[in-house]
């Protein structure tokens, strides 16, 4: 079994900044591409940035030169740290990780329930 948690949602005013994270755990062997998505009310899931095992990295054109997406392979874990926060990054953001399982070795996606944010202007 693999769980996702994202944590460090919450309010900020416009301009100002958040960090979110998310740990993988489990059953997991190896965590290849991590991102984040972010899902607005009445939307569908976007993309907003992933990151692979080696550190490539790739942003919606939306948060480019806003948010920055690390991670941690020791801890299995991802970050977002989003600067110049906007009232249109109001959305939930979701984790995803691609993980392979121990023993079978099977790649599984693996998603978290997703932590809400919300800007104010």
């Known amino acids: 079994q693999v769980h996702v948690v994202e944590s460090g949602g919450g309010l900020a005013q416009a301009g100002g900044s958040l960090r979110l994270s998310c740990v993988a755990s489990?059953?997991?062997?190896?965590?290849?591409?991590m991102g984040w998505y972010r899902q607005a009310p009445g939307k569908q899931r976007d993309l907003v940035a992933v990151i692979t095992s080696d550190g490539s990295t790739n942003y919606a054109d939306s948060v480019k030169g806003r948010f920055t997406i690390s991670r941690d392979n020791a801890e299995n874990t991802m970050y977002l740290q989003m600067n110049s926060l906007k009232s249109e990054d109001t959305a939930v953001y979701y984790c995803n990780a691609n993980v392979v399982l121990r023993r079978s070795y099977l790649e599984f996606s693996a998603w978290g329930q997703g932590t809400q944010v919300a800007v104010s202007s």
């Open positions: 489990g059953n997991i062997f190896r965590v290849n591409t």
